[in-house]
Nanobody, 123 residues
Framework: QVQLVESGGGLVQAGGSLRLSCTAS?????MAWFRQAPGKEREFVAV???????YYGESVEGRFLISRDSPKNTMYLQMTSLKPEDTAVYYC????????????????????WGQGTQVTVSS
């Protein structure tokens, strides 16, 4: 069993930046970020693996950067040019394998989840 702990959420003005962190209690090959706004489905944000391969959701590509410090079992999400529509609870997820972006873009593929961290972007 792998435990995931997110940190770094908070309140930021539109156009600002924020960095989220997720630390895993064990090694997992794939680590991802999802987000969920009130009344909406959980949305894929980005995923990365040990080799540094990354995929992004369309709504964040070019603004968010996912990275990973594998020796520390820690993943980051650097968020820039934040918009009010980025407001959501951000969740860290992990899986022992790697697959197609179609598979990894859905929450059901992941085995492990963090508790979430709130990001609020004010206009």
């Amino acid at each position: 069993q792998v435990q995931l702990v997110e940190s770094g959420g908070g309140l930021v003005q539109a156009g600002g930046s924020l960095r989220l962190s997720c630390t895993a209690s064990g090694r997992t090959f794939s680590m991802a970020w999802f987000r969920q706004a009130p009344g909406k489905e959980r949305e894929f944000v980005a995923v990365t693996n040990w080799a540094g391969v990354t995929y992004y959701g369309e709504s964040v590509e070019g603004r968010f950067l996912i990275s990973r410090d594998s020796p520390k079992n820690t993943m980051y999400l650097q968020m820039t040019s934040l918009k009010p529509e980025d407001t959501a609870v951000y969740y860290c997820a992990a899986h022992p394998g790697w697959s197609s972006v179609q598979d990894m873009g859905v929450p059901q593929w992941y085995d492990y989840w963090g508790q979430g961290t709130q990001v609020t972007v004010s206009s």
